[in-house]
């Protein structure tokens, strides 16, 4: 059976994120929880003023892996299994964990400019963290989804994943592209402009 697409987009299938016991350690989800933030600037030359409110969302996949073909509900800690919104199953993954408590402070900083926003794709967008240890530079990618519920007056960001890459290609961050740009076009305040080729610094 084919999966829907944007499935991620049916409230019904946010993750609560309840606090875990996994191989015996508690793991608090809070950082995860749903939050909101404004999106907002001044008019100026012939842009209007903009003040956009996004509520943002997290998937499972922030904190988990793709199950191998040998793993199972049965030999695995229930409690480290997670069903994402395509009913796959995912689990959990302490790195990813530990490199997730980053991301609302990351998000955070896209309305104000301080953390930068790419287009990953025809739907979903990007932002990137460079980050050093022992003396090797890994990238932490942070893709999501930015769309209007219907009629509603503000957008939502759901966070598809994230996971730190080793060798990203520079394709990854070519086109790069204001968020508040992004979210003035998503309200359907400006119209959208296509991508270019600019690749960005």
């Not at 943002?56 to 988990?64: A, L, P, R």
């Not at 790069?176 to 960005?200: M, R, S």
Request: hydrophobic share 40%; glycine share 6%; net charge positive.
């Amino acid at each position: 059976m084919s999966v829907p697409k944007f499935r991620w987009r049916h409230a019904a299938r946010s993750e609560t994120w309840a606090p875990r016991i996994i191989n015996d350690v508690r793991y608090a989800f809070d950082h995860l929880h749903d939050f909101d933030m404004v999106v907002s600037r001044p008019a100026r030359k012939e842009l209007p003023a903009l003040c956009v409110p996004v509520r943002v969302v997290f998937d499972c996949h922030v904190v988990t892996e793709g199950a191998s073909l040998h793993d199972s509900v049965a030999s695995t800690d229930r409690a480290s299994v997670w069903i994402d919104s395509g009913g796959r199953m995912r689990i959990f993954n302490d790195a990813r964990y530990i490199q997730s408590l980053r991301l609302p402070a990351l998000i955070k900083g896209l309305p104000r400019g301080h953390t930068k926003c790419y287009v990953a794709s025809a739907h979903n967008y990007m932002v990137c963290e460079q980050l050093g240890r022992d003396g090797v530079v890994e990238s932490y990618q942070v893709y999501f989804d930015l769309y209007r519920p219907g009629t509603e007056a503000r957008l939502v960001m759901y966070v598809q994943s994230a996971y730190v890459k080793d060798q990203p290609g520079a394709a990854s961050r070519r086109h790069a592209k204001p968020f508040a740009t992004l979210c003035a076009e998503k309200a359907g305040i400006v119209a959208k402009k296509p991508k270019g080729n600019k690749k960005a610094p």
